[in-house]
Every structure is written in structure tokens, then in C-alpha cells.
């Protein structure tokens, strides 16, 4: 029932940053939980950020926490994710997802996600 669409990945040398933008297609988008995941070649997909329905809630992973900042929009249907300082590690496809009623951490949770943004840090 939920469309999500990524956009705003890119290449950046380490400590620039990035807005990635994440938009919704469907009802109820403010019932719903959304994440940011992502990738990296070889590894596990990993949680970046989450945000509860209502933008009241908000979680960041320890890798992240002072760099990323997660919000959401539900006038526009749209999440967004803030990176600063951007590391080379930071390197990998990001994922936004979707998850009714809450967030949460584990992406095999999640009922809806985009096709993902391909974000490069690298000197």
C-alpha cells in the first residue's frame, strides 16, 4: 500500500555532507514507523535511523549518533536523513523503509521499501 522512493545519494569526500530524501505513495503514511538502512558490499544490512509516526520519537545507531539526524514530514509524505561528517565507512546503498505503527531496528520488520540511493564517501 506504500510506494517509497530514495533519492539524494551521491559521491562526498570524508566530512562533507548529505540530505537524503525518502518519498511516500500511499495512505496513511503518518500510521506508519520509517527507517533508514543501509548496505555495504559484503555486509549485513544495518540500521541507521528510526522515527515513530508522529516525528516524536527518534533513534539513531551508535555509528551515526551526533552525525545523522532523521525526520519526517507527514504534510509532504516524505523522511529525510541528515548526514554530516561523513566517513569513508559511511560508504554504502541507503535504504528507506517502512513499518506500521512503529520503528524499529531489525530491517526484516519492515513492510515497505524504496529502491535505495547509492551514497560514495571517498578522498
Known amino acids: 500500500q506504500l510506494m517509497l522512493v530514495e533519492s539524494g545519494g551521491g559521491l562526498v569526500q570524508p566530512g562533507g555532507s548529505l540530505k537524503l530524501t525518502c518519498v511516500a505513495t500511499g495512505p496513511n503514511f503518518s500510521s506508519y514507523g520509517m527507517g533508514w538502512f543501509r548496505q555495504a558490499p559484503g555486509k549485513e544490512r544495518e540500521f541507521v535511523a528510526g522515527?515513530?509516526?508522529?516525528?516524536?520519537?527518534?533513534y539513531v545507531s551508535w555509528f551515526a549518533s551526533g552525525r545523522f539526524t532523521i525526520s519526517r514530514d507527514n504534510v509532504k509524505d516524505m523522511a529525510y536523513l541528515q548526514m554530516n561528517h561523513l566517513r569513508e565507512d559511511d560508504t554504502a546503498v541507503y535504504y528507506c523503509a517502512a513499518r506500521w505503527n512503529d520503528y524499529a531496528t531489525t530491517p526484516e520488520t519492515y513492510d515497505y521499501w524504496g529502491q535505495g540511493t547509492q551514497v560514495t564517501i571517498s578522498s
Open positions: 522515527i515513530g509516526w508522529s516525528g516524536g520519537s527518534r
